[in-house]
Structure formats: C-alpha cells, structure tokens
C-alpha cells in the first residue's frame, strides 16, 4: 500500500499507509480498538476502496487480482446468524474454492488438505457438526482451519486469537511456524500475541489510522506494553513513551 487512505461513512479512518509486505515476512498489526487495523487489513485485500493511494497483490490491484489461492484470509469473526446451517467441514472446504474448477467434484489432495487443516486446528472429530452451535474461539478456529485449507502462501489473519482458549493459541503459533518454515508469509492483527509472539518478525503499530511503528517486534515488552491493553497499572509507561517508541535502530514515524 502506497499513500493509502480510506473514508468510512464520511470520515477518515486510514490516512495515509505506506506498507510493504516481503515474501517470508510475519508482521504483527498491533493497535488499539478502532485505530483502522481491520480496516487496513480489508483494504489491502481490496474488500474496501481506497479514497486515496493505491494497493497491490503480488503487484496486481485487487479488482485485478484473479490470483486468490495465494491468499488466505481470516476475518475478525464469523457472520452471526444466517439461516443455513453450514457444518465446520463444508466451511473448511470452501477454502478450497480458489483452488477448484468450476464442477469439478473435490479431489484427493482437496479432501487431504481439509482433513489436515481440521487436525490443525483440533476439530477433526466435530467437523459435522453446525458452526452456529460453536463458541467464538471454535469458531475463529474453523475460519483458521479454512484458510489452512487453502494451502496459500500468504495468510491474513485478523484477530485469530482473540476469543480462543490457551491451548488452541499454542497450536495455532505451533501450525504458523511450520508454515514460516516453510517459506510462507503472515500478516496478522493482534491484541495480545501471547504464544505468537516468538514468530513476529515485524511490528506494525496503527495509531489513529496512522503507521506510528514500524519495525522491532515488542518482544522484550511483553503484552503490557503493547497498544491496545488499556487498563492501567502503577508502572504504566507515559502513553507518548513506551517501549516500543524507544527500541534503537527501529524505523517510528510521528503523526
Ligand atoms: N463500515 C464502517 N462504517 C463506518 N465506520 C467504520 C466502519 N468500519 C469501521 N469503522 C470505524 O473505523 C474505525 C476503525 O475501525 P477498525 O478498522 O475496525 O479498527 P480496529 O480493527 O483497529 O479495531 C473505527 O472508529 C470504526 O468505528
Ligand atoms: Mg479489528
């Protein structure tokens, strides 16, 4: 994204983004409630327009971009209600849309892909069972198992976390280092990072619809110091000067 700015419901809630996503790259989008990480987010997947600036995917503006199996994608959560009872292996399945011809019955590798995204993400034995009837955090854990699904190179994950138990978080920062590893890129929003944080190779901090950092992950903060954990403790740092402002050799633009 180049001087990216989007206006919603007539006001400005990015102004002005220049972000860059290299291949291999896990960057955390940090930032606190309403500061545009979502917004960005949709953005850079061309979900929202653009009032000013321009965005590229693999080089490629999204209303051009055909290349949709490169990109997986998690939303903040599932659509409440609706009326169809989808069960968790068809909405695993649909991950692999981008991947299928048109009437084309699903194939081996499809049926192994989905099978393995539902084992990574401990849903194996439900998988007939209704979404609606899941919890948030299991059902954060099927919109993670459908972009695994995928198998693409680029993952995007808004807020994957927030809502799910502890030991889904480790298995979820378990299945993104394999992934990593292999050579795959993830651009996630957090609030907290928790087990995550070990695999953050870049920090994003998004203030008031502004890139205010850009750089050294937090790791030696820890969760206090990140943007976004609003209640206040004795030793709270002044909220112009956290650490994050203060780790050397790291790039931080003002407003
Ligand atoms: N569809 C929308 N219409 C109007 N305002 C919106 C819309 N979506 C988000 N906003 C506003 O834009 C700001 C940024 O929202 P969002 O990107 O969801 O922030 P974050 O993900 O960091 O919590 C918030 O003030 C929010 O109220
Ligand atoms: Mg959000």
């Not at 680029?154 to 979820?172: I, Y």
Request: glycine share 12%; charged share 20%.
């Amino acid at each position: 994204m180049t001087g990216g700015h989007v206006s919603l419901d007539g006001r400005a809630v990015l102004r002005g983004v220049d972000l860059q996503i290299r291949a291999g790259e896990v960057v955390a989008v940090l930032g606190a409630n309403g500061s545009g990480k979502s917004t960005l987010i949709r953005a850079l997947l061309g979900l929202v327009p653009l009032s000013a600036g321009r965005t590229e995917l693999y080089g490629v503006p999204p209303a051009r971009f055909r290349d949709w199996k490169r990109v997986g994608y998690v939303p903040q959560r599932l659509l409440a209600g609706g009326g169809v009872p989808s069960t968790i292996r068809e909405v695993v399945a649909s991950g692999r849309i981008a991947r299928q011809r048109r009437l084309r019955p699903s194939s081996a590798a499809d049926r192994a892909a989905i099978a393995r995204a539902l084992t990574a993400v401990g849903l194996a034995d439900r998988a007939g069972d209704p979404v609606a009837a899941l919890s948030g955090g299991q059902q954060q854990r099927v919109l993670i198992a459908r972009a695994l699904a995928g198998e693409p190179e680029t993952f995007v994950m808004d807020e994957p976390t927030a809502g799910v138990d502890a030991a889904s978080q480790a298995n979820l920062a378990d299945t993104l280092s394999k992934l990593v590893a292999s050579g795959r890129t993830v651009v996630l929003v957090a609030h907290e990072l928790g087990p995550l944080e070990p695999l953050i190779s870049r920090a994003v901090v998004i203030k008031n619809g502004r890139v205010a950092h850009d750089g050294e992950p937090p790791s030696a903060v820890g969760a206090h110091a990140l943007p976004g954990h609003d209640h206040l403790h004795p030793h709270a740092e002044p909220a112009e000067g956290g650490p994050l402002t203060l780790s050397p050799g790291t790039a931080t633009t003002g407003e």
